[in-house]
């Protein structure tokens, strides 16, 4: 199915579509991190951006082609996230999130006043092409990117089901009786940073594939947020849940007015707006929602969107016996 | 010019001390950074405003209000929605708290838009009064006075009003807190309350210099973080400290070597500082016993 | 008979030997000196009132805590200081007192962590798999097999894919006790395996490690505060009382030792 979508799907949604699926991809390395390793990170857009700006001056300063690029990108990201990982062998909880959230201001901190990096300014993203195909066209992004998240998708669900993901688990649940079953902690906890940057690292080369244009701006705190949000909403350790709360968030992200265009709803939240609220605010809504789902998360469903769907699927199920 | 810049950086680290000691009396009491403690600020800082602007109230009366709504923000956020959590482990309540901050933060922008505006102090925010052979400003200087004299009436309350032993008895042992009669789940509440208060005051004396707008706190508040990391999470007079040699170091960094890097260095000398010190420069780190 | 202040170091070398062993928390003395030998194929244990220093030794064996001072060696191999996970893959398993088990995992997966440092499934290979054809799918096939037959041994068929968190506390028992198993280990630490049970229970656990000790040649050192179950399982006994070892050798001398029956039953009227 998702390989007709293009087709059938409005020009300019095809980018949306894009968009989401490199959100997913994120997501799926957050997942593992967050989800089944009981990591924190508020740093992950650092990643993305160590991704994005890798592909870029790979291609600009060494003409490779995107591809290796790309690969180059997931590599070099995965080198932060091992360094990031080590200190956090040492930190607890709320220590360990300062010290990502950190991370992921220093890295944008440091490309935007870095001319080599393209300071504030930014870089411009030559035309890539695999092979003798172009990759000027929304169409061809699409099917390059969303095969990445495919294939991405599956790794991350063998690596889960298999005996790294349980000793993820296992040091997520109890760091202590991980270690007395002969798992080495520090071995596992580096490596899950390191393949969750990975993931971004690749991520922020597609992004950059698709806008044409990378800056520091784009790389900020609340898009570290956004993706740590959308995996809790989704559901931790989830994957289904990942990709549908990944896809969500990836949507608001982009869409400004997805709010004001649903059916009645959105008719309902521009004339609120006009009378109580200030005028142009209502792209702020979609934070708001951002933030009730995740209370709605951890507060209602732990389960996330994962769990709101096995119930619906629970309830259809008894429909359909009784 | 050093004692110029000394100078900022005492004010700078003042609002930081404030913030990381908000924060720290939440997280003593219940193990989770409250990363919603910035917003909550801004968002009792904007009530002044309007009360300010739009209802022409005096400077006391909108500081007050101000002050008290965000006593009650913080008592509502922690009985309503923290207490309600159904897997309260660490990491899911530090994401209620995320949560929180971003729907506070969109809520701001939807209510009083992106625009940056002036926010009106009682005196002009350039006035310079010279201490000592040294020219600062006046707000700097009402902002380290108003600081020290809370954050000393905060130490004074712990210390010597039954209240205050109350709350120090259940940080440091809910249980045994409970089984004396002590009321911890109000108790916990009412932290909420004040360190919200700590931080709206905080907010009333950046609003001033930067101008107000939703993301108004960002900053403080990451750097509050900075600073009762740096100090330790368990330990007031540590993050205090922490956060005025946090301002200090910033601005001594800022003036002497480079301005853009100012912020950078903050969090790159925490990770450098808990790479040696994982609980913090005077923080103690506690094991589980298995 | 006596007390041995030091682990004699025999000539006949002992699975566990540990010597003058110490451990100390800023101004807290846990374990003053203590010493014993476990031999192969037996099984040992530890008694003594709360707080006297018996959760701290095991810490102390499996890697938890880096003592103080004096030495545990196992095989003749010294390993006070390393870290958990080494000492875990030399043969030696461990349960808690306070149960830590993967709460969110199944009953398999718990025990099938237990397979972890008898498999080598890495980053590659566990995203290269493939259904019934890789190496990592050969791989889980056959632990999962051996895990199995654990499930069987300890009767936990009925709970295997439920998540251990739900499982009643005795359930959870067993199934660390499964998890301990299935690596395999030479020597096997259970820390207070019958707290919170009834004497029926209690009978049930005795058996139970009995017939693990026998079925699977393991050695066990047993942590246990009832004084009746330490006697009936072991072979031979160490009391502790304030960290420091106060009758050490078979059960029944231990049993009768004057400082045991003080340490446990205070001094005399009041």
């Known amino acids: 199915m998702l390989a007709v979508l293009p087709l059938v799907v409005p020009g300019y949604r095809v980018f949306t579509l894009s968009y989401m699926a490199v959100f997913v991809i994120v997501g799926l390395g957050m ?88 300071g504030h300014m930014g870089l411009v993203v030559p035309s890539a092409r695999i092979g003798s195909l172009s990759l000027s066209g929304d169409v061809s992004r699409y099917y390059l990117i969303v095969g990445i998240a495919l294939l991405l998708g599956l790794a991350s669900r063998n690596l889960t089901v298999t005996r790294v993901g349980r000793a993820f688990r296992a040091i997520r649940d109890s760091e202590i009786a991980a270690a007395t079953m002969g798992v080495d902690v520090a071995y596992y906890k580096t490596l899950s940073f390191a393949v969750s940057a990975a993931y971004a690292g690749v991520a922020g080369g597609l992004l950059a594939l698709m806008t ?29 849940g990942t990709v549908l709360g990944s896809m969500l968030m990836g949507y ?42 995740i209370g709605a998360a951890i507060l209602v469903e732990p389960r996330g969107l994962y769990g709101l769907w096995l119930r619906l699927e629970g309830l259809f199920r008894r429909r359909a016996e009784g | 010019m050093l004692s110029q810049v000394l100078a900022s950086g005492l004010s700078a680290g003042s609002i930081y001390a404030l913030m990381a000691l908000a924060l720290v009396i939440t997280y003593k009491t219940t193990e989770v950074p409250n990363f919603a403690q910035g917003e909550m600020a801004m968002v009792s800082a904007f009530v002044a405003y309007v009360l300010l602007t739009d209802y022409q109230t005096g400077f006391l009366v909108a500081f007050t209000a101000a002050l008290v709504f965000a006593f009650f923000l913080g008592i509502g956020f922690e009985g309503l929605i923290l207490r309600r959590a159904k897997n309260p482990t660490h990491l899911s309540l530090i994401i209620v708290t995320l949560g929180f901050m971003l729907g506070l933060f969109g809520l701001a922008g939807w209510k009083w838009g992106a625009d940056q505006r002036q926010f009106p102090f009682p005196f002009s925010v350039n006035r310079v009064v010279s201490v000592g052979g040294v020219s600062v400003s006046v707000l700097s200087v009402a902002t380290i006075a108003i600081a020290l004299v809370l954050m000393l009436a905060v130490f004074a309350f712990f210390r010597y009003t039954r209240l205050g032993v109350a709350m120090q008895a259940t940080q440091q042992d809910p249980v045994a807190a409970r089984i004396n009669g002590v009321p911890t789940r109000m108790i916990v509440g009412l932290t909420f309350g004040i360190s919200s208060v700590m931080g709206t005051v905080a907010a009333l004396l950046t609003a001033p210099l930067i101008t107000l707008d939703p993301t108004l706190m960002w900053d403080p508040l990451l750097k509050g973080f900075a600073a009762a990391v740096l100090g330790g999470l368990n330990t007031p007079v540590g993050a205090v400290l922490g956060g005025y040699l946090l301002g200090i170091i910033e601005n001594l960094f800022g003036a002497y070597v480079s301005v853009e890097f100012k912020s950078v260095v903050a969090f790159l000398i925490i990770v450098v500082v808990l790479w040696f010190r994982p609980s913090g420069l005077f923080g103690r780190h506690h094991s589980r016993k298995v | 008979m006596t007390v041995a202040a030091r682990g004699a170091v025999v000539s006949n070398p002992a699975l ?5 062993l110490t451990m100390r928390f800023g101004g807290l003395t846990a374990l003053d000196d203590v010493g014993f030998n476990v031999e192969r194929g037996t099984i040992f244990s530890v008694i003594g009132p709360n707080g006297s220093g018996k959760s701290t030794a095991f810490n102390c064996i499996s890697g938890v805590y880096r003592p103080t001072a004096g030495t545990v060696r196992f095989e003749g191999k010294r390993i006070s200081g390393m870290a958990p996970h080494r000492i875990a893959r030399l043969g030696i398993a461990r349960t808690f007192q306070n149960i830590e088990l993967f709460r969110s995992e199944s009953t398999i997966d718990n025990l099938m962590l237990g397979r972890h440092q008898h498999m080598k499934t890495g980053l590659w290979r566990g995203v290269a798999m493939v259904n019934g054809l890789t190496s990592a799918a050969r791989e889980e096939r056959a632990n999962r097999a051996h895990v199995h037959e654990i499930i069987e041994l300890m009767d936990l068929g009925a709970v295997r894919d439920r998540p251990v968190g739900e499982l009643p506390y005795g359930t959870q028992k067993r199934v660390e006790l499964g998890r301990a198993i299935a690596m395999e280990p030479k020597l096997l630490l259970v820390d207070e395996p019958s707290a919170g049970m009834n ?72």
């Open chain 3, 199 to 270: 004497a029926e229970e209690r009978a049930e656990v005795a058996t139970g490690l009995r017939r693990l000790q026998r079925e699977l040649g393991l050695t066990i050192l047993l942590i246990e505060h009832h004084l009746g179950l330490a006697i009936d399982l072991a072979d031979r006994a160490l009391a502790l009382n304030f960290g420091r070892a106060i009758a050490l050798g078979t059960p029944q001398e231990v049993r009768k030792h004057p400082d045991v029956i003080r340490a446990y039953l205070g001094d005399g009227p009041r």
């Open chain 1, 31 to 118: 997942n593992l991190l967050v989800g089944h390793t009981g990591q924190v990170s508020l740093g992950h857009a650092g990643f993305l951006a160590i991704g994005a700006y890798t592909t870029v001056l790979a291609m600009t300063g060494w003409d490779l082609p995107f591809i290796v690029a790309l690969l180059l990108a997931g590599a070099v990201a995965a080198l932060f996230g091992f360094l990031l990982g080590l200190p956090a062998l040492r930190l607890q909880g709320p220590y360990l999130a300062i010290a990502t959230l950190g991370f992921g201001l220093a890295v944008t901190q440091i490309i935007g006043h870095s001319a080599a990096f393209g």
């Open chain 1, 212 to 240: 044409g244009f990378i800056s520091p701006g784009v790389f900020t705190f609340t898009l570290s947020l956004i993706f740590l949000a959308m995996v809790v909403i989704g559901g931790l350790g989830s994957i289904a």
């Open chain 3, 16 to 20: 566990l030997t540990v010597e003058g």
């Open chain 1, 252 to 293: 608001l992200a982009l869409e400004m007015d997805a709010f004001q265009q649903l059916p009645v709803l959105g008719g309902l939240l521009e004339t609120f707006t006009e009378r109580f609220m200030s005028p142009g605010g209502l792209p702020n809504f979609g934070w708001v929602v951002t933030g009730f789902l």
